[in-house]
């Protein structure tokens, strides 16, 4: 069931603004907001784009990137160390800093961005509405990001990830948190035998390769080559074909019909990854509360047996 979510963690960019600085006690002395625009020009390769990806104006990036490489005596640091050993161990302890700082909080409200998969997003953006036992405290912002792209958690892409595979290397606190079943599904009542399924592109994802089996066994035509989920579901809905759809989309829709049991082989677990730095800040670790008791309360709906 990779397909329905993508295989890896979301999108890139700064999301910290640097805040506001008292002035600098003296020229000598490092500045780390002026560290955190060196690393954006060296990452952006102009100042232009550092601005855009720290939304700060081209003049402020220039200015404190003066102010930075004048505390090495010199305006000719970006020569020496844009992409050298030097300038990715100061990033390193910037963005170590940056998580501690933010675990070390203990006020619970602020946005918690949460990178996933479009099956996934579209769960957990249904059960805020209220409708479940477990709610998110008031002062929460759940920011929902549906990527397929991989996230750089260390840099803080984004606070915490969701996905099928947990990473097999990093410094990071990882806990199962449950299942999505599929099944087969069509319109009410329709009789069409066709399929609708991916593209040629998502071939290799694990719904693509079932439904590509039934074709070739029972001789059925494609009707639709969709690369979305919501797709999908359109196109089932409106009587186009049959197709793979999660048993909590489907069960749940008072115009499908489920054609088959779950399917075993294109059951998809799902892992909580966050950065052990951030794990303790109050915020994170009350969304990880929440996606704990979400996925148990919900057990049924998404294994498809509610």
């Not at 979301?10 to 002395?29: E, F, I, L, N, V």
């Not at 000719?76 to 998580?99: C, H, I, K, Q, Y």
């Not at 399917?263 to 677990?269: L, Q, S, T």
């Amino acid at each position: 069931m990779a397909a329905l979510d993508g295989l890896a963690i979301a999108g890139r960019g700064t999301r910290h603004q640097p805040a506001a600085r008292p002035p600098r006690p003296d020229r000598g002395s490092m500045d780390w907001d002026d560290v955190r625009v060196f690393l954006a020009v060296a990452r952006e390769g102009s100042m232009r784009a550092a601005g855009r990806a720290l939304g700060l104006s081209q003049p402020t990036i220039a200015r404190r990137l003066a102010a930075f490489e004048a505390t090495f005596g010199g305006p000719t640091l970006f020569d020496r160390l844009p992409e050298g050993p030097e300038a990715e161990s100061v990033e390193d302890a910037v963005l170590t800093l940056e998580r501690r700082r933010a675990a070390a909080s203990p006020v619970l409200s602020g946005t918690v961005r949460v990178s996933t998969g479009e099956c996934a997003a579209g769960f957990l953006a249904r059960c805020l509405s209220g409708s479940t036992k477990m709610a998110l405290p008031t002062g929460i912002t759940l920011e929902l990001v549906d990527s397929r792209q991989t996230a750089n958690l260390a840099r803080r892409e984004a606070d915490m990830a969701l996905r099928h595979q947990p990473p097999e290397s990093g410094d990071f606190y990882i806990s199962k948190a449950g299942t999505f079943a599929c099944a087969v599904y069509r319109r009410r009542g329709a009789g069409t035998d066709a399929w609708v399924t991916y593209t040629d592109e998502q071939a290799h994802y694990a719904p693509a390769r079932w439904v590509e089996r039934q074709v070739e066994e029972t001789g059925k035509p494609v009707a639709l080559r969709a690369s979305s989920m919501l797709m999908h579901l359109e196109a089932i809905r409106a009587g186009t074909g049959r197709g793979v759809l999660p048993c909590y989309v489907g069960d749940g829709h008072p115009l499908l019909e489920r054609l088959t049991p779950p399917i075993p082989e294109i059951a998809a677990e799902y892992w909580i990854i966050v950065h052990r730095d951030l794990r303790r800040a109050a915020c994170v670790r009350a969304v990880i509360d929440w996606l704990k008791a979400l996925f148990a309360e919900q057990r049924d709906v998404l294994a498809g047996v509610a």
